[in-house]
């Protein structure tokens, strides 16, 4: 393809998701008045009415701080818990290793809603419902699998002589993955708890069913319930759907370099 | 540490035999070379001495201790790696260091450890270095300095001259044979040259499909080669074999004869028609004039090598090909007929059916 026509195609595709993208930002300062002009060019009048309904009244930051709260959590368990695993998985020879690591990935299949009603039962038995632990256990039965397998594939692709050389060099397998592997793997790590804290942040179903109130509600959660019996706050909907994208933006532009070497290191070589 | 092995096969999950039911002593500040081409099993024997793998059947005893189930960071032993496996993340005196460090060795002696071991192999400059920036000779020596500085029990060097280019290799086996004198440490070295395995060992142990061959002195293999693929396995160029019976001459002697060879026996103790393999190292054969030696031949192709020249040729009547080694000084060129002498002594004779050697 020509250059010019390569550029003409790439602008065109980036505008095709850019321009939802545009059209939140821009309606999210527009007057309610204008809310639905087609197209949505450059607001002139700019107001930040919608941004101040939400966090005042609204009191969105309350659910903005449940979904961090609940997505870290879960991140962080999630990793600390499925570095080791997928650790074992990639490199050590036990009976049942195959059927596991199938089992795992069948695991995180399951279609959520199926996952709703069980899981209902056993936090409302185990009195979880409506707290964080409510929703950060639920979510580790996807959260772990996504990051172990994640980092089952990255630890493959680590070279196998280098861990050799340390167990040769006296280094038990608990100091072999504290000392050479995890520094190695950084890069890995860094992607899969990336990507499992997206998932969390986003998550809905479970969110919606194991909540009671605005106290534990999440973000997503609370968007969904913005709207009213007789009408739809279609300018604050659209701050907040602003406002919850910003720190996912934050973490990817924070981390982009590390995602792109996550996902394709093994790649090239070198 | 004299380390044995004792009956020791390997199967890996998928059925590959790797190793099959090899016995194999290595005495104390031995060096054995294991030998053989690329799948034999010699990489396995290194790996199972290691604790890298565990043995299906067998034992491994080191020291006069069973250490069949030790694991691997309990066995004080070091290995240098093909790929040499340095740390990527760590600097070359982090390298160095690391096995010290596992031990709970003062940082204080490790540091002065590392320093002395640093210099006698004159890679000092290199230690704040990281691996990536180190060309392949000098990985080589960080990875050999991170064995020494350990002072194992043993060394276990799987190729380690393998991704050297040659005159490298051919330095550092040198510096690699004085290693072994000045420390006195039992080293078991695995490669696939046959040159580097005459050069380095006490003894080598060539191996094929899992089992040893041989093992014995390099001489020995080049002299006494105990069957016909340690005898073509070893020696550059190869050895020549020529399918040969015995027959009871005029006179009662026993003759050698086949493939347009015709020799008198080297041993009374033959079967009279029995088929045999004759060896006969190129280096073995001398020109003569045509009709003088033990057969003619016409010469097909000339390998100069500046000293001596690789002579391929063909004997005349039966066709068979045989190769030579002669000196440049001799005119030679392709398509004259030559006469061909065999040393007595440097012929070697197997039996064709199992090519275990006779005499």
């Not at chain 1, 695993?85 to 299949?109: K, Q």
């Not at chain 1, 007789?230 to 924070?254: D, F």
């Not at chain 2, 005029?250 to 045999?276: C, K, N």
Request: with cysteine; proline share 7%.
């Amino acid at each position: 393809m020509k250059p010019r026509l390569l550029s003409v195609a790439a602008v065109l595709f980036v505008g095709a998701f850019a321009f939802p993208v545009y059209w939140t930002i821009a309606s999210s300062f527009a007057p309610e008045a204008r809310l639905f002009d087609v197209p949505p060019l450059l607001p002139t009048d700019g107001t930040l009415d919608h941004y101040r309904a939400l966090l005042d009244p609204r009191q969105f930051w309350l659910p903005m701080r449940n979904s961090l709260i609940v997505s870290a959590a879960t991140t962080a368990l999630a990793i600390c818990l499925g570095t080791p695993a997928a650790y074992a998985l990639t490199r050590l020879t036990f009976r049942g290793r195959v059927p596991l690591l199938a089992g795992i990935l069948a695991v995180s299949m399951l279609p959520q809603i199926s996952l709703v009603p069980p899981l209902y039962l056993a936090l409302r038995a185990t009195h979880l419902i409506n707290t964080y632990a409510g929703l950060v256990l639920p979510y580790l039965s996807f959260a772990l699998p996504l990051s172990i397998w994640l980092l089952v594939g990255y630890f493959r692709q680590l070279p196998p002589e280098v861990e050799d050389a340390a167990l040769v060099d006296g280094a038990s397998r608990v100091q072999t993955l504290r000392y050479i592997v995890l520094p190695l793997a950084w890069p890995g790590i860094a992607t899969a708890a990336i990507v499992t804290f997206l998932y969390c942040w986003n998550e809905f179903i479970f969110a919606l069913s194991f909540t009671l109130g605005p106290e534990r509600q999440t973000a997503p959660v609370a968007i969904a319930l913005l709207r009213g019996r007789y009408q739809v706050p279609w300018g604050e909907i659209l701050a907040a759907a602003v406002v919850i994208t910003i720190p996912v933006v934050a973490v990817v532009v924070a981390f982009e370099r590390r995602i792109v070497e996550g996902l394709t290191a093994g790649a090239m070589k070198g | 540490m004299p380390i044995a092995l004792e009956g020791v096969s390997k199967v890996f999950p998928n059925g590959q035999i790797a190793v099959r039911d090899l016995t194999l002593e290595i005495g104390d500040g031995e060096l054995l070379v294991l030998v053989g081409p690329s799948g034999c099993g010699k990489s396995t024997v290194l790996r199972l001495i290691a604790g890298l793998e565990t043995p299906t059947s067998g034992r491994i005893v080191m020291d006069g201790r069973d250490m069949t189930s030790v694991p691997a960071h309990e066995r004080d032993l070091a290995m240098v790696f093909q790929s040499y496996a340095l740390y990527p993340h760590k600097s070359v005196a982090d390298n160095l260091g690391f096995g010290l460090r596992m031990r709970g060795v003062e940082r204080a002696t490790i540091d002065q450890r590392v320093r002395a071991v640093a210099k006698a192999l004159q890679i000092e400059r290199l230690l704040p270095l990281k691996p990536a920036q180190l060309s392949g000779g000098q990985r080589q020596r960080v990875a050999l300095g991170r064995a020494i500085v350990r002072e194992p029990r043993a060394f276990l060097l799987d190729e380690p001259l393998s991704n050297l280019d040659p005159q490298l290799r051919f330095d550092t086996r040198t510096e690699l044979a004085q290693l072994h004198r000045r420390l006195h440490a039992t080293m078991i070295h695995v490669t696939h040259d046959q040159e580097e395995a005459m050069t380095l060992g006490d003894r080598i142990a060539v191996m094929r499909d899992g089992a040893a061959e041989q093992i014995a002195p390099p001489l020995e293999v080049y002299q006494r080669p105990a069957n016909v693929f340690v005898a073509t396995f070893v020696g550059s160029p190869k050895m020549n074999l020529f399918d040969v019976t015995a027959t009871t001459g005029a006179g009662g002697a026993l003759v050698l004869s086949g493939s347009g060879v015709f020799v008198d026996a080297p041993t009374r103790r033959i079967e009279s028609g029995a088929p045999l393999l004759l060896g006969l190292r190129p280096r073995d054969i001398t020109l003569v004039a045509p009709g003088q030696g033990d057969a003619v031949a016409q010469i097909d192709l000339i390998e100069p090598l500046g000293h001596e020249a690789v002579v391929h040729a063909r004997i005349e009547g039966a066709g068979t090909e045989i190769t030579l080694v002669a000196g440049v000084d001799q005119d030679l060129v392709p398509s004259t007929t030559i006469g061909l002498r065999f040393r007595r002594e440097g012929i070697h004779l197997f039996r064709q059916d199992d090519g275990k050697r006779l005499s």
